[in-house]
Antibody
Framework: EVQLVESGGGLVKPGGSLRLSCAASGFTFSSYSMNWVRQAPGKGLEWVSSISSSSSYIYYADSVKGRFTISRDNAKNSLYLQMNSLRAEDTAVYYC??????????????WGQGTLVTVSS | NFMLTQPHSVSESPGKTVTISCTRSSGSIASNYVQWYQQRPGSAPTTVIYEDNQRPSGVPDRFSGSIDSSSNSASLTISGLKTEDEADYYCQSYDSSNVVFGGGTKLTVL
């Protein structure tokens, strides 16, 4: 059974940093691109970042470019999101999500349960 | 860059059919696959349609997807509405290698 479990969320002050993790199991993690998607309270889904299976290709939304860094450790079946210079508008539930197929743009088929990040003084 | 525009909300009665639109602001809707996600309160999204019109296993055939090049839009149609279909629905596509979500549509089944 495919499972994605996020952790690392919490309360952080503006300008602070946080590192999110996503532990993957039940599939060959090293074969799939992975993604972070966030959802501010009461708002819609917003794509944050994507990373290819071998970390060769990395993409960010303009809203987080230069502040967030996505990475993965295929030996540990884990996905990460390092978030620096956090702002109030980064407050959201952060989901990790798996690409449906190892190749191609066909959306996401598995999502984690999400971890809440709150940026507030 | 393009946007995907959805109606903020739709409502319909049980047993009826509802269609949710998703209009691409620039570029062809057929250029990239469109996915549809259902999200119930307090839960992560799940896929109801991928690759424009494909249903994942376990999704009832009451859910269907299509694209229309003339209106440059995608549509999610749910027939035989059930109260359990009440949820937020998001369309999603790609802009080069960036992921684009629509703003979401709240479906009320009353």
């Amino acid at each position: 059974e495919v499972q994605l479990v996020e952790s690392g969320g919490g309360l952080v002050k503006p300008g602070g940093s946080l590192r999110l993790s996503c532990a993957a199991s039940g599939f060959t993690f090293s074969s799939y691109s992975m993604n972070w998607v966030r959802q501010a309270p009461g708002k819609g889904l917003e794509w944050v970042s994507s990373i290819s299976s071998s970390s060769s290709y990395i993409y960010y939304a303009d809203s987080v470019k230069g502040r967030f860094t996505i990475s993965r450790d295929n030996a540990k079946n884990s996905l990460y999101l390092q978030m620096n210079s956090l702002r109030a508008e980064d407050t959201a539930v952060y989901y990790c999500a798996r690409d449906r197929y190892p190749y191609g743009d066909s959306g996401f088929d598995y999502w984690g349960q999400g971890t809440l990040v709150t940026v507030s003084s | 860059n393009f946007m995907l525009t959805q109606p903020h909300s739709v409502s319909e009665s049980p047993g009826k059919t509802v269609t949710i639109s998703c209009t691409r602001s620039s570029g062809s809707i057929a250029s990239n696959y469109v996915q549809w996600y259902q999200q119930r309160p307090g839960s992560a999204p799940t896929t109801v349609i991928y690759e424009d019109n494909q249903r994942p296993s376990g999704v009832p055939d009451r859910f269907s997807g299509s694209i229309d090049s003339s209106s440059n839009s995608a549509s999610l149609t749910i027939s035989g509405l059930k109260t359990e279909d009440e949820a937020d629905y998001y369309c999603q596509s790609y802009d080069s290698s960036n992921v684009v979500f629509g703003g979401g549509t709240k479906l009320t089944v009353l």
